[in-house]
């Protein structure tokens, strides 16, 4: 396949600008730019769709430079719902600066940062080199300026697109960027960079958007709970990734590998067969993990989340080193536990069971284990003496459901 051909068939273009971009997608040479705003330290894996395209086209040919928004973070997207809080200089610093370091470190491409050339433009230069372009009609027709009519949006975010505008106008002019790729929620602002760049210029360039990529509910791909699984390990380990990514969706879990691996088509049509034929293996799943986090974090960290998984799976707790076990516990219910308590008791407090005598039948019923061993004692007590570690007392409640007890 062509490279477009690929991207077609991965799921990963929506809109072009026009349609001899296929043409020059295929012949390789452009330099483009994909960008995100500093809204926090570090990317989630809703993020890694839009930048694994990058290495996609830096493979084919294609020059990429990462653009961070210091300047366009300081003002906000404008979400479709309500104004955005406004973010503290100094956070924003912050996270420019760890969202350079992982693009870096992940990618190897060049990132820039758009407050570099925003702080020289005063507020005439603004309005007669760049304002003159863009009129009221034009701006108010943008799809997520019109959900915000009714309810209200205020100037700052009004002139977000003007700005994302100008990034695109400056890399053209001094990078030779003639194209930028984004999720498919940047539309209005991508072409307003297009059009900018016609009457400036007079220059032709171009422009693609991707998917959001989405559960089978359409729920944004990369939340759980309201959580974003960042791709820094220290933030979302890869254990909690990988759990993620092994209980993803049947019926989508093919899609996220051809969005989210550089496995062939061939490759992912045998993973779609045995996903068809026996989905009890989670083949497919397995690969979609080994492939991300190793990609993300090295295949070290990739067996360690198996070995975690496994571990807990089999009830093999005191296989787990410390480290492991830290992040084995991130999700589970805790319990601080300040003394020595019988295990009845502890149930209760802990909210493990909704009373003794409930209590009392999961123990009877040998539907109880601490630290990886069946305990049926009614006057067991757990201390801190046993504990893993002398810090954790790890509880499974009937096959699955893990607890954690934090000994002071």
Known sequence: MTLFEDLKWRGLIKDITSPELEEKLNKGGMTFYIGTDPTADSMHIGHLSSFLIT???????HHPILLVGGGTGLIGDPKA??????TPREVIEKNYLGLRKQVEDIFGFEVVNNLDWYQDINMIDFLRDYGKYFSINYMLDKDTVRKRLESGISFTEFSYMILQAIDFLHLHQTKGVDLQ??????WGNITAGVDLIKKATGDTVYAFTMPLVTDSRGVKFGKSEGNALWLDKNKTSSYELYQFLVNVEDSMVIDYLKIYTFLSKEEIEKYAEVNQNEPHLRLAHKKLAEEIITFLHG???YEKAVHISESLFKGNIKELSKDELIDASKNMDSYTLDEDMNL???LVNANITSS????????TNNSISINGEKVNDLDFIVTKENALYQEFTIIRKGKKKYYVIKHK
């Open 181 to 186: 790729v984004a999720g498919s929620d940047q």
């Open 55 to 61: 290495k996609r086209l830096k493979d084919a040919g």
């Open 356 to 363: 003794k005598r409930e209590a009392r039948e999961f123990i």
């Open 81 to 86: 719902t309500c104004e955005r809080d406004r």
């Open 344 to 346: 009845v008791d502890l």
């Open 299 to 301: 295949h070290e960290e």
